[in-house]
């Protein structure tokens, strides 16, 4: 990206500076950390360490994404009911996509071209072909829809809820409910692993991780997480992340203020990294290099390398960060 | 309220639909449904408030079990269970036992109440010889919990220890520690108000002033007596000491709602009016509460108010006790609910556990502002080796209770 582009892209978009306008190379590894309390997105240069621009989003940004194609970035506006995009090379938001109400949070399937959002007060799961920009589905759930994904074969959408304390497994071409596995309480996210041969969800209040079989619909193991010093009732699981190769897993644990390393294969917590406050959604960068967390209360992102297993580094970012996405290109 | 209204049609018919739904995708041999029946012994006496806004609805509580019974029953449906709300409305000096009685005809041995202290004993002696189990949904005397405890009397509602201290721990933390007291001449108005000297010296606040506001009789709100209450108030706060907040210890709302912005000195007050200590605001939007409260406003077209939310808890502690359980037998209903790995989610932000001393609901307490939620106690840095929820209320080493 040239300069000069750069900046007049900034004054048409009259985005708030964080610093000095720094021309992020156009091959940097960049995160979107969306700041719920802000109304911003702030871009951070992870090549630099450090946030290098802010921009103004709509309402309530919290679930976020990088499209398939490099191209955009998706972010649920939850109170402007929308999902916006955002054009990665002038950080501009080009149009919405028709999230119905009060987006939360989304999972991409089929390749990044399907958009699966949960709309918690209607009770439904809208669907959107994200390249034509309409919806292709409406599920109704019956329950208010919160953590939301869909498994690798894309044949599954799974979608968990406070009400219930469940998972409740969607079979996408029917559109029809096919299992509801009880887990403990209040489930946050579901996330399968890449081979999809698990699904695990985490439930904030319950205190645990449910390992659920996706083909017998049962749960097979259940993860307890237990920190010197600290009471239970602080350890609230929210994030999963898994390593590509799905040897282990990633557990973003709230007010605990730390991220628990899983063996997958024995299911025991092999290590608590300490980050920021309040610690609830993650993503990789490419190779797994690095896994990045946003700590709401601290209004930082940490930086976890993922080889030798420490937080090397936190990255101040706006207020309230609640989700974060990468790209390298 | 834009948003809620446009949903009206999402109504209890579509949750119940969806709801067999669910159970016909998820009929792994759940051939069987079992009926789990909750009572509801129910005042039907409404006391007029100061505040038009606070009056309370004909179905204040009811509208809470019943959103609770429909929760209820979205989870249950998988497992074939159905739960149903069996609500027994009654006047003052009503035939309790008889109620009861007639309940357990109907095959209910768990029944929640919302009556005040005394109602409660009388219920819970007469369900203990039916093996019944009663949920106190709103006295919040501390007598049921110390001295008068029962092994089949569980309390929803938070005792006046715990609402007191939960306001105590805010203004400690805030450094408002000089406290004017001001306290109706009811007998309960006189407990509340040693549920607050009891939290100012285990807190290290200093009660400066105490004063009896007498209920000289006289209705709520007339046309004119806006006039006479700005000269009373201010004659009834004159005179006392340097204080940084005034505490009302009013609960029959006779004249703490008329405090804030009347008081002699420019203070705050606290308490039975200003900010006020509850289990539920209808501005809470915290841990998930937009959606309880959009459903609540979807189903009854009003706010859902503490009281709602106390008989939410109860009915809701039930499923999640046969969801656990995987059973609809009371007796194992009641023993998951006692167990000590029981907790109940109720946007809270952290799980509510029962006391196993004196069958309290552990929870932190709201304190409302009148517009918004102002703080939640407990407040931090008040430290508990169990669980903080145990630093408001009266805690295992204090607890006079024998539970039998």
């Not at chain 1, 989003?57 to 490099?70: E, F, L, S």
């Not at chain 2, 008081?263 to 006020?276: H, Q």
Request: hydrophobic share 40%; aromatic share 6%; net charge neutral.
């Amino acid at each position: 990206m040239k300069k000069s582009s750069f900046r007049a892209a900034s004054i048409v978009a009259g985005a708030v500076l964080a610093m000095p306008a720094v021309p992020v190379p156009a091959h940097a590894l960049t995160a979107y950390v969306s700041n719920e309390r802000d109304n911003t997105i702030s871009i951070v240069d992870l090549d630099a360490m450090k946030t290098v621009k802010t921009i103004d989003v709509g309402q309530r940004p919290r679930g976020i994404a990088v499209t398939a194609d490099n191209k955009s970035i998706l972010v649920c506006a939850s109170d402007d009911d929308t999902v916006q995009i955002i054009d990665r090379a002038t950080l501009q938001i080009t149009g919405e996509l028709p999230s119905g109400p009060d987006p939360e949070t989304f999972a991409l399937g089929e390749g990044g071209n399907r958009l699966f959002i949960s709309n918690e007060n209607d009770q439904l799961v809208t669907v959107i072909d994200i390249p034509s920009r309409t919806v292709v589905a409406k599920i109704p759930t019956g329950v208010e829809p919160e953590g939301m994904t869909v498994s690798p074969d894309g044949k599954t959408v799974v979608n968990t809820s406070e009400t219930t304390n469940m998972a409740h497994f969607i079979d996408y071409a029917t559109r029809k409910v096919v299992a509801t596995v009880l887990v403990d309480l209040r489930p946050r996210i579901a996330q399968f692993k890449h081979d999809g041969s698990e699904l695990w969800v985490s439930s904030e209040l319950g205190g645990t991780v449910s390992v659920i079989d996706p083909v017998k619909h049962v749960v097979k193991n259940k993860i307890h997480f237990e920190i010197q010093g600290l009471r239970s009732d602080v350890i609230q699981p929210v994030g999963i992340r898994f390593t590509r190769d799905d040897s282990k897993a990633f557990v973003a644990l709230g007010p605990a203020n730390r991220v628990a390393v899983i063996d997958t294969e024995t299911g025991t917590v092999e290590k608590y990294l300490l980050v920021g406050q309040r610690v609830w959604q993650m993503a990789f960068t490419p190779e797994d290099k690095y896994l990045l967390t946003t700590n709401g209360l601290s209004n930082d992102v940490s930086v976890i390398d993922v080889a030798a297993m420490k937080v090397i580094r936190s990255i101040q970012v706006g207020r309230l960060p609640w989700g974060v996405a990468v790209s390298a290109q | 309220m834009g948003r809620p209204n446009r949903s009206m049609r999402n109504g209890i018919s579509r949750r119940g639909v969806i709801a067999v739904l669910l159970t016909l995708a998820a009929s792994r041999g759940h051939a069987d449904v079992s009926t789990i029946r909750i009572g509801y012994v129910r005042s039907t006496a409404r006391r007029p408030m100061i505040s038009l806004l606070e009056q309370p609805a004909p179905d204040a509580g009811l509208a809470g079990a019943k959103l609770g019974i429909d929760d209820n029953n979205t989870t249950g449906s998988t497992f074939g269970q159905a739960f149903e709300l069996i609500d027994v409305p009654v006047r003052k000096g009503a035939d309790l036992p008889a109620a009861l009685e007639r309940l357990a005809g109907q095959g209910v041995r768990v029944v929640m109440t919302d009556l005040a202290a005394n109602s409660v004993l009388t219920l819970a002696s007469a369900a203990r010889t039916r093996d019944m189990t009663i949920i106190n949904l709103a006295a919040p005397d501390d007598s049921l919990r110390e001295q008068d405890c029962r092994a089949n009397l569980i309390h929803v509602a938070p005792a006046r220890s715990m609402l007191a201290d939960a306001v105590a721990q805010y203004l400690v933390w805030k450094k408002w520690t000089r406290w004017f007291l001001v306290v109706g001449s009811y007998p309960s108005d006189k407990l509340l108000a040693d549920a607050y000297r009891r939290s100012a010296k285990r807190f290290g606040a200093k009660i400066v002033q105490e004063k009896v506001s007498e209920d000289t009789g006289g209705s709520r709100q007339s046309d004119s007596g806006v006039v006479q209450t700005q000269q009373q108030i201010p004659v009834l706060t004159q005179g006392a000491p340097e204080y940084d907040v005034l505490i009302a210890a009013d609960e029959n709302e006779v004249f703490a709602g008329y405090l804030p912005y009347r008081t002699w000195d420019p203070r705050p007050v606290a308490g039975s009016a200003g900010l006020e200590p509850v289990t539920w605001d209808s501005s809470s939007e915290s841990w998930g509460g937009t959606q309880l409260q959009n459903r609540f406003v979807r189903l009854f077209n009003r706010r859902m108010m503490p009281l709602d939310m106390q008989a939410w808890t109860g009915v809701r502690m039930v499923g999640e006790a046969a969801a656990r359980s995987g059973s609809t037998d009371p007796d194992k209903l009641v023993s998951t609910i006692k167990s000590p790995d029981f907790g109940i989610a109720a946007y809270k932000g952290q799980l509510l556990t029962l006391r196993d001393w004196d069958l309290q609901l552990r929870q932190p307490i709201l304190l409302a502002g009148g517009r918004t939620v102002v703080s939640i106690s407990p407040q931090p840095g008040f430290l508990h080796q169990t669980t903080t929820l145990d630093t408001i209320g009266i805690d295992r080493p204090e607890t006079k209770c024998k539970l039998q």
